[in-house]
């Protein structure tokens, strides 16, 4: 297959004179290597000239050393591509439904799930109605019927349909236990909590948590405990070993005043430091938590603060996104979905150490460099991080539901240049 959006040497320096050259670097407040455009490369996938965006459907794959994107049309069709960290190389892998067997009546909107490695090196993740046809055509005569699980293998390239998991609802995310290898799911638009057994194909719905909003992210923690939120956002725990549900007693920490919206709707993003006992989360109220797993019980919670200082109310700041570097800082986006701060029509991208609580903005991106970054990072072996982007496409060469978009995948070292 020949690789149409791979960057050569010419068309890296070519975006380095043209769209990157409107990078402003902000100046840092510390004494730490500055981070500019040469610490970044974006990639466009090829093969796929319909792609409109990816949504966070990313994941990385440590023992074969390749990262796994997700992107979509955002009507009905979506690719699978791979990154192969060794070679540098990104290309197509087919189209899911194509893969998969999917007949005509079983369409998916997108993948909105992580890919995430189960103990057994596959790539799990789900689907998703993801337009407006899950949402108005509630008879289903022609709408969503329901989402799947899915398995890919990367060494045998070999994709499988594992089932579908609950009927009418989507998979928003999934995390699988790295001990058992279950899957927990959260559906659209009802909210259940649902696990899932491959080995044995056995679904336990464990109920509705939400109600309005369905929050998008769940985790696990590194003994295979996962977690979510429920509608007072208080964190509710699915213990590995005995199954059962413990509710935290207190809220996440929120901002004074926040909007029961915003409030009520939980974590956006998480990134894991186990060697360090911690798993930093984003929520939608604009919050930077630390969270302290224990093997029995929920554990405690730290308030970083917010992801942004600025004059707007301070949780109305759009992120929905985190990565952890292997400096120990954590690093994400602020703005997009229409969404930015008083900068104006432009995503941020912060620096932030846990251990200090200090923030530093790093880099300012146009819109048409980089307009949403949806789903947390994830890092290689070399300490490259991965986030599934998307640009403004002022063309209109791909449209949906949430603007006219060209997704790209981001590629980011704070240690060391990369062009």
Not at 76 to 81: H, I, K, T, V
Not at 134 to 139: C, E, G, T
Request: glycine share 10%; with cysteine; hydrophobic share 35%.
């Amino acid at each position: 297959m020949k690789h149409r959006g791979l960057l050569s040497s010419r068309s890296v320096r070519k975006v380095g004179a043209t769209a990157l050259a409107a990078f402003a670097v902000a100046t840092s407040v510390s004494a730490a290597e500055p981070i500019t455009e040469r610490n970044l490369r974006f990639l466009e996938y090829p093969g796929f000239p319909e792609a409109h965006s990816s949504w966070g459907s990313i994941g990385y794959s440590a023992r074969h050393n390749k990262v796994f994107v997700g992107v979509t049309d955002h009507r009905e069709r979506n690719a699978l591509y791979e990154y192969d960290v060794a070679t540098k190389t990104l290309r197509l892998v087919g189209f899911v439904a194509e893969m998969a067997g999917l007949r005509g009546f079983q369409w998916q909107g997108k993948i909105h799930t992580y890919l995430v490695e189960g103990p057994d090196g596959a790539m799990y993740f789900g689907t998703d109605g993801g337009n407006s046809r899950q949402d108005l055509l509630l008879d289903h005569p022609h709408g969503y019927g329901g989402g799947f699980f899915f398995r890919w293998d990367p060494a045998s390239e070999r994709l499988t349909n594992l089932g579908m998991a609950l009927r009418y609802e989507s998979l928003k995310n999934i995390a699988v236990d790295g001990v058992s290898g279950r899957l927990y799911g959260v559906t659209y638009p009802q909210a259940h909590l649902v696990i899932f057994d491959p080995t044995s194909n056995h679904l336990r719905d464990l109920g509705r948590l939400m109600a309005f909003h369905v929050p998008r992210t769940l985790f696990t923690d590194w003994w295979g405990n996962a977690y979510y939120v429920d509608w007072r956002q208080r964190l509710v725990k699915v213990e590995e070993d005995t199954g059962r549900l413990v509710f935290a007693r207190e809220a996440l920490p929120a901002f004074p005043g926040t909007p029961g919206n915003f409030l009520t709707t939980g974590i956006t993003a998480f990134a894991s430091d186990q060697a360090n006992g911690v798993i930093y989360l984003t929520t939608y109220s604009s919050k930077v938590l630390a969270f302290r797993p224990q093997r029995r019980g929920i554990g405690s919670v730290s308030d970083l603060g917010g992801v942004y200082d600025g004059t707007k109310a301070h949780w109305d700041y759009w992120c929905r996104n985190l990565a952890l570097g292997r400096n120990g800082k954590l690093y994400y986006f602020v703005g997009g979905h229409d969404r930015y701060t008083e900068q104006g029509d432009k995503v941020l991208m912060m620096e932030m150490d846990p251990a200090t609580r200090t923030k530093r903005l790093l880099l300012t991106f146009p819109l048409d460099v980089l307009l949403d970054v949806p789903g947390r990072g994830v890092r290689d072996e070399e300490g490259n991080i991965y986030f599934a982007a998307r640009k403004r496409d002022p063309g209109a060469r791909a449209t949906g539901e949430s603007g006219s978009s060209i997704p790209r995948l981001m590629i980011f070292n704070p240690e060391r240049e990369l062009r």
